[in-house]
């Protein structure tokens, strides 16, 4: 049996079985539209990328030191919530967008020495380049440079002035805890 020509006009579909496709209600399109719009806002609220943190080669001690620091950090510094950070064993935290970094374990800072002037801010002493303390604009990048291990902490200058400040008196209370003023 040969196949029967294909219809030539939709007037040749009035004897068929087939039902036309039905057009999307308003009702339909509108639970569309509210299912995207909220996809979407999850997708936006999870879509920060991890912040990376470097790993360091630490003495057994100092690993446990800053494990205990980094699993002590708040969940807001700044007023800026957490972030993920990668790899997933760093010793550091991140909070905010530009994120602020703290990292555990550090060096002490090139340009410290022991008649550096230093902020104190909740009992700790943070040392900040003189350098980044004259230009307003700059990050900031300070440390922990008079305890062991060093806490190094970047505040991006979106920040200041007051976000240096709250970074230090937040995260002083882990330093004091867990580091060993030298």
């Known amino acids: 049996r040969a196949p029967s020509p294909a219809p030539s006009s939709t007037s040749d579909l009035a004897g068929t079985h087939r039902r036309p496709r039905p057009r999307p209600s308003a009702a339909r399109g509108a639970r569309m539209s509210a299912a995207l719009l909220a996809t979407g806002l999850v997708l936006a609220a999870c879509g920060k990328e991890p912040v990376s943190v470097p790993t360091l080669r630490l003495s057994a001690a100092d690993q446990a030191v800053c494990q205990r620091v980094v699993n002590a950090v708040p969940v807001t510094v700044a007023g800026q919530s957490r972030r993920k950070t990668q790899p997933a064993a760093a010793l550091g935290g991140a909070w905010g967008d530009p994120a602020i970094i703290a990292q555990c374990g550090v060096g002490v800072p090139a340009d410290f020495s022991k008649t550096a002037s230093c902020t104190e801010a909740d ?7 003189q350098s980044q303390v004259d230009d307003q604009s700059a990050d900031v990048v300070m440390s922990t440079a008079g305890y062991r291990p060093v806490l190094q902490v970047t505040v ?3 920040y200041r002035p007051s976000g240096v400040a709250a970074a230090m008196v937040e995260l002083a209370p882990m330093v004091k805890r867990y580091a060993a003023l030298v």
């Open 156 to 158: 991006p200058a979106h």
């Open 123 to 129: 009992g700790v002493g943070w040392f900040v380049p």
